[in-house]
């Protein structure tokens, strides 16, 4: 009988695999894709190797726009490994390999211990150079969703994301950088991470993002002689109703699983202010042309109402809060008199922390530094703006998975 099943699951993900094959086959034929000729003939080994690594690629990118069902593949292939028993889902980018830990929380890791000097070393330089200006400045540590190094995981799997973000906070310290872990202050809270962050995504939930919200602030009015709106009720959990949306979301570890994979969908609470606010957002592209402008209400300003009432599994409700962020954007709390200014170097972990931090400031200027043309012009911008200050908020996996976003 082992056997017979053995042999069985065997034949059966061949027939799987052949029938998506041959149907994705048949797409392609139907459709009208241009043929494209790379001549061979004369070329020397080195120019061979490149045309032949370019003709791969194209025809990768025809497999995965013409792929037949990709989202029906993508979730058989995951009920297939529920079915199975697999607590790892793999897939050809290492770093998105997804795990399944204790109480069904999905995973992604950082395989290997590394720091990334390179990015400590321009963290430093820029300092330096804020310094110069007189501009002080500190680094916001998310906590890492895997708080507890190699705990939760199948047997045998191995996650660095703590022993690199705490490495990360002592080569910052140690540079002269003010750092605010939150990881560490996520351990001294004795909170936890299957209810902290989402199951399916890699984000913290937005009652996390408040309380990241909240030490900040208290961060800023313990450390800092800074002219800030200190008002004890913005960070007030009681100044604030929650709207609940229960099993409504699958982020994006789900989506590479797919939902016959995942055991319950994510709940989404909306946190938004009891009291009055009057707000402008503005967003801009990475040449900095305004492409929106909202004014109104905390909610009207920062809630895209089409993402929270969408009946969508995977409509990602992470970005209910301020959407996927842009490479600059600007919030101006319009009750704030006092002209204060901060500049927030960011990654998509800012977004909610950065609504709830605009009821204390007059004006927040959020650059993204995985763009490019920001990278380049940062130090110029920073010129421009005259911050009162300058904070870095990201993930600390950013450091490790996006070194481009700190080479300034």
């Known amino acids: 009988m082992k056997y017979v099943e053995k ?39 080195f120019e061979k190797d490149a045309i032949l690594k370019q003709k791969i690629a194209a025809n990768d990118d025809i497999y995965n726009s013409y792929f037949f069902q990709k989202i029906g593949f993508i979730e058989n292939y995951g009920l297939l490994q529920k079915v199975l028993g697999k607590e ?33 070393e321009n963290i430093s330089n820029l300092k330096q150079k804020l310094d110069l ?5 500190f680094f916001v540590l998310a906590p890492n969703k895997h708080t507890i190094n190699s705990a939760n995981f199948p047997q045998g799997v191995l996650d660095y994301n703590t022993t690199n973000l705490d ?23 004795k909170k936890d991470e299957n209810t902290s962050f989402y ?26 002689v800074y002219n800030f709106n200190n008002d004890a009720k ?31 969908k994510d709940d989404y609470e909306l946190i938004l202010p009891t009291f009055d606010t009057n707000r402008t957002y503005k967003k801009y592209n990475d040449v900095l042309t ?4 909202k004014s109104g209400s905390f909610e009207d300003v920062f809630v895209n109402k089409a993402v929270l009432d969408s009946k969508d599994p995977y409509e990602d409700k992470y970005t209910t809060m301020m959407g996927y962020g842009t490479p600059y954007e600007v919030i101006i709390n319009n009750q704030i008199k006092q002209d204060t200014k901060l500049l927030i170097i960011k990654d998509s972990f800012a977004m909610p922390l ?30 421009n703006i005259k911050p009162d200050y300058v904070l870095f908020v990201c993930s600390p996996s950013s450091v490790f998975y996006f070194p481009e976003m700190f080479d300034f």
């Not at 200006?133 to 400045?137: E, F, G, N, W, Y």
């Not at 305004?290 to 402008?293: P, R, V």
């Open 7 to 45: 042999y069985g699951l065997f034949v059966f993900f061949i027939i799987f695999l052949l029938y998506f094959g041959v149907m994705t086959k048949i797409n392609i034929a139907k459709s009208d894709i241009p043929t494209k000729t790379y001549e061979m003939k004369g070329k020397g080994i």
């Open 199 to 224: 199951k399916t995504d890699t984000h913290w939930k937005n009652e996390t993002a408040f309380w990241g919200y909240q030490k900040l602030v208290s961060h800023l009015a313990n450390e800092y």
């Open 354 to 383: 950065s609504a709830y931090l605009s009821n204390n400031i007059k004006t927040i200027c959020l650059l993204d530094t995985r763009y490019e043309n920001i990278r380049k012009n940062l130090n110029r911008m920073i010129t």
């Open 234 to 264: 913005f960070t007030s959990p009681t100044s604030y109703t929650t709207m609940k949306y229960n099993e409504t979301y699958i982020g994006s570890m789900g989506k590479r699983t797919g939902k016959k994979y995942v055991t319950k």
């Open 167 to 189: 490495d990360l906070s002592k080569r910052l310290t140690e540079k002269g950088i003010d750092v605010l872990d939150l990881n560490q202050e996520f351990f001294k809270d």
């Open 290 to 293: 305004e492409i929106s402008t």
């Open 133 to 137: 200006q007189q501009i002080p400045m």
């Open 88 to 120: 790892i889902v793999d897939d050809k980018l290492n770093y998105r390999r997804v795990y399944k830990g204790a109480n069904d929380t999905l995973y992604y890791t950082v395989p290997v211990k590394n720091i990334n000097e390179k990015a400590v």
